[in-house]
């Protein structure tokens, strides 16, 4: 009987708190709902969710900084690691510091049988593994970016393209090669290491788990790209393809590259080596960092193409901003402007009939420079809260009779918003549109804005 006693009075109890905790929550009914908490972000910080891996070597390094020191900062990329056959022989700048260099681990013993190749090829590859068992990444780390010691990445771009992505799910994104016959050679559906590519986190860390096993199976391949692609297609994981990774398998003038880049973020760029200076008057570096001029005040607005049109002085302008403006006479339409002008030449030097063939469409040179556009290339950006300008002065013209409103027009300004896109934006691009907004004298005055609800971009009637 005492125990049933001591039950009856532990259940009494219990009601007694009960009905005091139901009292106190009736007057503070405050209490009843939990505290707001912010949502849950799925954006990118490029400083902070991604890590990038740049493979280089002793000998290359030294003439590849320079490109380096374009995109790399210990505070806006600070998960940024060099990886190099050995020690280098020259003392790094305390100036312009460089990001920390590991040295890769010996891949001597894998296989390798390529004719005329280089054996390198396997520890370029095996980064994947050393990134992880060198550097123990921390666990915030979404994505794994790769790429050679002369590609100019565009971080903040990358972190924006990537937010479309789920990074807990297996990804491998990249894109080919510009040349239909490097594609041909090596494989159309591969990301070519020189443009860079990503891999979401779990994605790299199953990779970095079977690349021994998987890269005894492909001794007769070239490059580390190839073997990537080959691990991880037999990991199931095809290419999931973005347009703003540039190998730049072409040589010479990129003009027409640069003047119509696809509607995506430009992301990399590779082989400059290669390229004539894209900006006149400049060396290949000195044009690189102007061009940074731009992506710093708006790096997604970077190289995006705006085509408007001035129907009073029949004049068609195409922007590609934070680079150069085309002033056509005339009216162009809008599919043949967003071709690519063949200014560059083949990346082989074979006489292949493929060897001009390329993964884009082309529209050809005018013979007659009097029927080529007046070029205007970026002088100046400055911008102020959301807003920028950027100035753009004219090129030599040579000696063409144009009409009254080119032959004065020495200076286009362009005024914009700076981009703010979210992650539908990025799934569904649209490109924007123009307005000229003063009459032409020697200065043109251009806004870019969103285009309205079903308006087109033609030359209005």
């Known amino acids: 009987m005492p125990r049933i006693s001591r039950i ?3 259940l009494l109890l219990l009601f007694a708190l009960l009905i005091f905790h139901l009292l106190f929550l009736l007057h503070h009914p405050f209490t009843l709902l939990p505290p707001l908490q912010p949502p849950p972000t799925t ?19 030294p003439q590849r900084t320079p490109y380096i020191h374009l995109w790399f900062s210990p505070n806006s990329t600070p998960n940024t690691y060099l990886f190099l056959d050995k020690n280098p022989q020259f003392t790094l700048s305390s100036t312009l510091p460089l990001p920390p260099v590991f040295l890769s681990s010996d891949t001597s013993h894998f296989p390798y049988s390529f004719p005329r190749g280089n054996p390198s090829a ?6 994947v593994k050393d990134v992880f068992t060198l550097l123990r990444p921390p666990p915030h780390v979404r994505w794994f970016v790769f790429c050679d010691d002369d590609t100019v990445f565009f971080p903040r771009n990358l972190a924006l393209v990537l937010s479309k992505y789920d990074h807990n799910q297996w990804f491998y994104v990249g894109f080919g090669s510009e040349s239909y016959v490097q594609n041909q050679k090596f494989s159309f559906d591969m990301a070519f290491g020189g443009g860079g590519f ?6 790299a860390r199953v990779l970095a788990e079977v690349l021994d096993s998987c890269l005894t199976r492909y001794p007769h391949y070239y490059g580390s790209d190839q073997r990537i692609f080959a691990c991880l297609a037999e990991l199931g994981v095809p290419l999931t393809r973005e347009p703003g990774f540039h190998q730049i398998d072409v040589r010479g003038d990129l003009f027409g590259m640069l003047a119509a880049h696809p509607l995506s973020p430009l992301l990399s760029l590779h082989h400059m080596d290669a390229a004539d200076p894209i900006f006149p008057g400049m060396n290949r570096i000195q044009a690189l960092q102007h061009l940074f001029k731009a ?62 063939h390329f993964m884009f469409n082309i529209r050809e040179t005018p013979r007659d420079q009097c029927k080529r556009p007046v070029v205007f290339f970026m002088d100046s950006v400055a911008s102020k809260d959301s807003s920028v300008w950027t100035n753009y002065t004219k090129h030599n013209i040579g000696s063409c009779v144009r009409i009254n409103a080119v ?8 005024f914009s918003k700076m981009m703010d896109c979210d992650i539908e934006e990025m799934k569904a691009p649209r490109r924007q549109c123009c307005d000229i907004l003063s009459p032409i004298d020697e200065t043109m005055t251009i806004y870019i ?13």
């Open 449 to 461: 804005r969103e285009c309205r609800n079903g308006e087109v971009i033609s030359m209005p009637r």
């Open 43 to 61: 954006s990118l910080s490029f400083s902070y969710h991604l890590l990038f891996s740049i493979s280089s070597s002793s000998t290359s390094l």
């Open 295 to 356: 992506v710093n005040a708006d790096s997604p607005r970077i190289l995006q193409q705006t085509v408007c049109y001035d129907p009073f002085n029949s004049l068609t302008v195409s922007i590609s901003w934070g680079f150069a403006v085309q002033v056509f006479e005339g009216r162009q339409l809008l599919p043949d402007l967003i071709s690519l002008e063949r200014t560059f030449r083949p990346w082989g030097r074979t006489r292949s009939v493929y060897s001009s």
């Open 407 to 414: 032959q004065k027009l020495e200076t286009i300004r362009v």
């Open 8 to 10: 009856k009075d532990f």
């Open 122 to 127: 396997i520890r370029i590859a095996y980064t």
């Open 198 to 203: 990503a891999l979401s986190a779990p994605l």
